[in-house]
């Protein structure tokens, strides 16, 4: 391995802490938003699902124009470490105002408030996000390199993950909370949750952006239109599939955090146990920190398509347990979640690993680098995809009968003096929505991954051709000043 790719342990997981950062807040959002949204805020689940599509559609057109503006970017602190540094007080600020709750009881300022709010907190995301993934194919261009620094990822991405799942829980998700106990307000209690979060999540990105060094500034600023762009990536048979692959795995690892809280809630019965839902959201995400390291190991030995082909059954077959699980059966409960985390660590690391390795068959291709339009597609994609994930699980509660906080059905409940009782119907479509959607979208993802064909042998080849035109650049130059 050339010296140059090598890269130290704190390089790794300085780059690892950005990506905890984001999820200590983007677990948040993705397992308890929605749930607040409906159960806490009072906005039906049909609005709540269009919340989603507004917000995610407004996200990717972000995505995209953040995308070029990194490859334009030129500053003392890089093209990418200046927006870590700088954007993330007004990232974390927009986090917070997500969860406040409207005064008013009109289902239309509502959605209105909780869409704008959406958009802002998207937004940042986007400015401080992009330029932090247009890091990893310039910190190393080392195949297996990539896949280590990409391992760390996940691991510190998965800490993120419970800290922004587990631990919200236990701070404001019920009546059991700490600071619902401390405040007897449950909206008081999810606010001042979100406050302690965007702090932990501010000392963690600049602590990240302060240590990651841009080792490789090849990029060039993308004069192409986004049509021209997209036609250009889309003619790669690479892009094309490898971009499918990360776009189903986080599309279906969206659905799960999207309705998981309502499964353990609602159809296994523990929503009145703050701990113990906490307790269930820890467990798969510390077992997909654990078996990490076993997921690098067999992409070093064995090849990235077929480990995670292999992870994608194996996922399928857990999953569709959901279905028969049984309620307030906690010993039952705590194998399967564990079960899933170990699946989920893989479908994670390793189309984030494969990402960066299609910046480089551009360049061999097209002649040009472009990293930042690059990832700018990506999520372009994937935010559109997403949005219509979560959309289709709100939607689907909504048709199924949920009974979302304020409406008429639960006022019943509470003017009878009655714990709120969710219909048959919702409680199973949570299950089928969560053993089915997933599994058929890793499945396809699966074959997609195949289909890529960017094995370690042919991407070496295409690594040292680009050398090799860098090297007689090099020469021509020095003949020229000659």
Request: one cysteine or more; proline letters at 2%; hydrophobic letters at 50%.
């Amino acid at each position: 391995m050339n010296n140059s790719n090598k890269l130290t342990l704190k390089e790794k997981i300085s780059f690892g802490l950005g990506d905890m950062g984001s999820n200590i807040l983007f677990a948040a959002v993705s397992f308890y938003l929605l749930y607040f949204m409906i159960n806490v805020g009072g906005l039906k689940p049909a609005l709540a699902s269009a919340v989603f599509l507004v917000a995610k559609a407004w996200d990717a057109i972000t995505d995209y124009l953040m995308g070029t503006i990194v490859d334009k970017t030129h500053s003392k602190y890089g093209k990418r470490r200046v927006y870590i540094l700088f954007c993330s007080v007004p990232y974390v600020i927009s986090f917070v105002l997500m969860w406040l709750v409207p005064a008013s009881s009109s289902q239309a300022l509502k959605f209105i408030f909780y869409t704008l709010m959406y958009m802002l907190y998207c937004t940042f995301w986007t400015i401080v996000y992009i330029p932090y993934n247009t890091l990893a194919p310039n910190m190393t261009k080392d195949y297996d390199e990539r896949t280590s620094l990409n391992s760390i990822r996940i691991i510190l991405a998965n800490v993120g993950l419970i800290l922004g799942a587990a631990v919200f829980a236990l701070l404001a998700d019920g009546k059991t909370s700490i600071f619902y106990e401390l405040f007897k307000d449950e909206r008081k209690a999810y606010v001042a949750a979100a406050a302690v979060f965007a702090v932990i999540s501010l000392i963690v990105w600049l602590l990240c952006g302060f240590n990651v060094k841009e080792r490789y500034d090849e990029s060039e600023e993308n004069k192409k239109g986004f049509f021209q762009t997209l036609k250009e990536f889309f003619k790669l048979k690479e892009f094309r599939n490898i971009m499918m692959t990360f776009l189903l795995s986080m599309m279906g690892f969206d659905i799960i955090m999207t309705v998981f809280v309502f499964y353990i809630n609602d159809s296994l019965g523990f929503g009145s146990n703050a701990e113990l839902s906490m307790v269930f959201i820890a467990i798969p995400l510390v077992c997909a920190i654990i078996s990490a390291p076993v997921w690098d190991m067999l992409c070093k030995k064995f090849q990235k398509h077929v480990i995670y082909s292999i992870s994608c059954v194996y996922m399928t077959v857990v999953l569709l347990f959901a279905i028969i699980m049984p309620q307030n059966n906690v010993a039952l409960t705590i194998v399967h979640v564990a079960l899933c985390g170990f699946g989920m660590s893989a479908i994670q690391i390793i189309p984030w690993a494969a990402l960066p390795d299609v910046v480089d068959v551009d360049e061999y291709v097209n002649g040009q680098r472009r990293e930042g339009a690059y990832y700018g597609v990506t999520q372009f994609c994937y935010k559109l995809a997403s949005g219509i994930g979560c959309a289709l699980v709100s939607l689907i509660l909504g048709l199924t009968g949920y009974i979302e906080a304020n409406s008429e059905k639960y006022y019943e409940f509470i003017n009878a003096g009655k714990e709120i009782v969710q219909p048959d119907g919702a409680l199973l479509a949570i299950r089928l929505v969560l053993a089915l959607l997933p599994s058929v979208i890793f499945l396809i993802s699966a074959i997609t991954s195949y289909r890529a064909n960017l094995g370690r042998d042919r991407f070496n080849m295409i690594i040292e051709e680009l050398n090799k035109r860098k090297q007689s650049k090099i020469e021509e130059t020095a003949k020229e000043d000659k």
